[in-house]
């Protein structure tokens, strides 16, 4: 990227201005990677920076989904020199998240972990040929709705399918709202439409099962290699990451793109209404059955059992739903867990300071 940016070609909005009534743009980043221990950032201007964590933020201090990730903007120090590298600055504090990509976390502690901060556009990205699984897609899909951000489907390799009308008839009927692009990245069909999404100023991250092909796309968008990609054999690869942390890039349209690396699960964290919202044949059914906890199996007068009868509604869309509505609230349970948790600790670690405090008087 130029010199001559300003804080919009970099993504900013009038979302964080009043961040600029204390400061000046100068004391602002955004971050474009994330590193062991440190992150790439760029000022308003332009400026490269290598930034490293204040003692407000560590590791420990905050929850994980608290630290900074690849599209937050962030506070600074001033910057200072760093003995012949880029020259460095601490970050003192991220600035709320306009949108954000998160998914679950398992593990002992299971927390959120935030893909992507600030995002206009998640580009889903699917091969058409052998990757293409419709819940799958939607799994996707409500991650960029419970994110904020606008989902556009990506039907990658088109080059490997000769006729896609089926997949395109089960993506108009599932996901009649949300746009998608067929591309490939050899004849460089549908890479015009992916541009015209990206505007300047506009941030968009592609998400993804790994060897759909995100990184070529990046790649393709740029003009350049600047993201490795996967050599060879494509439909082989299973469970191989080739893309193994975030980065950012503006394309020459001033259009910002992240890639990611590719996930092998994606655990949803997102909201009932969201997913009523993405499936309304099942959600806005549900909510007319007789009784309100319905579980859709053996009640009397159960709308959505009704549906099915009619054929209104397919058995597929149903046993999707259910699925989902069971995996948020899992995710739900686990994180409420963990902020019980954080809770109890900061409780204990202030009753056992107190204690210490009046040992000590
Ligand atoms: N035929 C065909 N192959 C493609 C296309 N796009 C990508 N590929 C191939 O698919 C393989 C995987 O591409 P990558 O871009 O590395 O995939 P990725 O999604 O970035 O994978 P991870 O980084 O592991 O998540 C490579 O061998 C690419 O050459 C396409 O449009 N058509
Ligand atoms: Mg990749
Ligand atoms: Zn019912």
Known sequence: MGETVDQYQLGWSAFWD??????????????????????SAMTASGQLLNCFLSGKIQRGSVSNADLPTVGDWCKITDIFSNGGNEPAAKIIEVLPRKSKITRLL????????VLAANIDIVFVVTSINRDFNINRLRRYVLLAEHGDARPVIILSKADLLDNPSEIL?????VFPKVEYIMTSSISLSGIEQVEKLLSSGTSAVFVGSSGVGKSTLVNTLLSEKVQKTQEVRADDHRGKHTTSSSGLFFTSNGGIIIDTPGLREVQVVADNDELDRMMPAVGS???TCKFTNCTHTNEPECAVRAALTQGSLQEEELQSYTKLE???AFSKRKLD?????????????????????????
Request: aromatic share 6%.
């Open 169 to 173: 008839e089960e993506l108009n009927r």
């Open 326 to 328: 069971r995996e948020l």
């Open 337 to 361: 867990e963990r902020v019980a948790n954080d809770e109890r600790k900061k409780w204990k670690k202030a009753t056992t300071q107190n204690r210490q405090r009046n040992d000590q008087s």
């Open 285 to 287: 059914l549900a909510v």
């Open 18 to 39: 009043r961040y600029l009534e204390d400061s000046s743009i100068q004391s602002f980043v955004r971050v474009i990677a994330r590193h062991k221990g440190a992150y």
């Open 106 to 113: 398992a593990g002992t502690e299971a927390d959120e972990q």
